[in-house]
């Protein structure tokens, strides 16, 4: 709904506007009228108003002063001048101010029309935009939590796996230190999260081996029995520690075979298009806890261990000069030479060219 005003020292005119035009046709409301500049303004200074229809000439404070005025309160304020006068420093007052339109009197309601849809289409357009504003920022604040998240899900179960207690209290801190000024709900939210990242890594693990994690509804149950932030603390932190035993004693035999069948693929497949997901799937884990687990066993992340294998494989085949470098880009995996080419000189201190020249004078010299 727009809301207007209408501003003229005749009361006819106010009253004849405010009665016979069909406002609701395009959703506005006129929620008043002032004989004069001042009294709008006033009014102007108080309220919201999208839409002001004023007379030029009028006592006390004229139209183009109050436009002037009104702008810096609510610099969107749309200004449609009716005026009497037909004097050119009028109309040109009336465009410096950027108005919709100035109509002479005595009015046309087709002018009008043309004038007010003017408006409407500016309004709407205004909604737009504001609707794509607030979409962008629920994005944003939807890839910021994500992000918080997987941050604190990689530490968390990091430590966890890891078997270190000060680990695994220094990432329960860290966690709280992440939601303390988060809205009730969203920090509990947060917090359910973080309480229910063991289930990842003790999923295979027999039911009567889970301990509190034998029963999510259970573990759910009695956190929300805790009282506050402290008892919550204590809650999750023991919770924590506990998986970690069981993780300890049930799984970390199987870290090693895990961690050689995502090697053996990597090397089979490096030259096809691989994602942590694909690789999490293959062994029946989720990518945080693959990670992880990956990172602890090998010291190097999975896109590292990727991108090693591959420019490996390439540095072995740009021996072979019956192969172009495009060639051999293509064939480890990479779609932009350019890409290829940077990754290679940043890994190596030398562009696939010049690791290619130094190899052929090397074999020379031999």
Not at 99 to 111: L, M, P, Y
Not at 183 to 188: E, V
Not at 292 to 302: N, P, R, S
């Amino acid at each position: 709904m727009i809301k207007a005003i209408i501003v003229d020292d005749e009361k006819i005119v106010r009253e004849g506007l405010k009665e016979h035009y069909h406002w609701a046709k395009y959703s506005i409301i006129v929620v008043n009228s002032f004989e004069n500049g001042k009294l709008a303004y006033d009014f102007l200074s108080q309220n919201e108003i999208d839409l002001v229809i004023s007379d030029v000439v009028m006592p006390e404070m004229n139209g183009l002063e109050l436009a002037s005025k009104a702008r810096k309160i609510n610099p969107n304020i749309k200004f449609i001048f009716v005026s009497g006068y037909t004097d050119a420093k009028y109309l040109l007052e009336a465009l410096k101010l950027n108005a919709t339109d100035f109509i002479f009197k005595s009015i046309d309601f087709d002018e009008l029309d043309t004038a007010i849809e003017r408006v409407v289409e500016f309004k709407q357009q205004q909604s737009r935009i504001k609707r794509l504003e607030k979409q962008v920022d629920r994005n944003i604040s939807i890839l910021a939590k994500q992000q918080l998240e997987e941050k604190t899900a990689t530490r968390v179960l990091g430590a966890i796996i890891d078997g270190d207690p000060d680990k695994i209290s220094e990432a329960t801190k860290a966690a709280f230190e992440i939601c303390s000024e988060m809205p009730y709900d969203d920090r509990n939210n947060f917090l359910y999260h973080v309480l229910l990242l063991p289930t990842q890594i003790l999923q295979d693990v027999p039911a009567e081996n889970r301990g509190s994690y034998k029963s999510v509804e259970v573990l759910l149950g009695n956190f929300m029995k805790c009282k506050d932030m402290y008892s919550q603390f204590e809650f999750i932190l023991s919770s924590l520690m506990e998986a970690s035993d069981r993780y300890s004693v049930t799984k970390k035999p199987e870290s090693n075979a895990v961690i050689s069948t995502i090697v053996s693929t990597i090397n089979d497949h490096f030259m096809d298009p691989i994602s942590v997901t694909s690789l999490a799937d293959n062994v029946k884990l989720s990518p945080a806890y693959l990670c992880v687990l990956f990172k602890q066993v090998t010291g190097m992340t999975i896109n590292q261990f990727i991108t090693q294998t591959r420019l490996q494989k390439a540095k072995d085949m740009l021996k072979d000069v019956t192969y172009t470098v495009e060639e051999v880009c293509y064939y480890v995996g990479y779609l932009s030479t350019s890409y290829f080419s940077r990754l290679f000189k940043q890994t190596t201190g030398l562009t696939p060219s010049e690791y290619r020249n130094s190899v052929c004078e090397s074999q020379n010299k031999n």
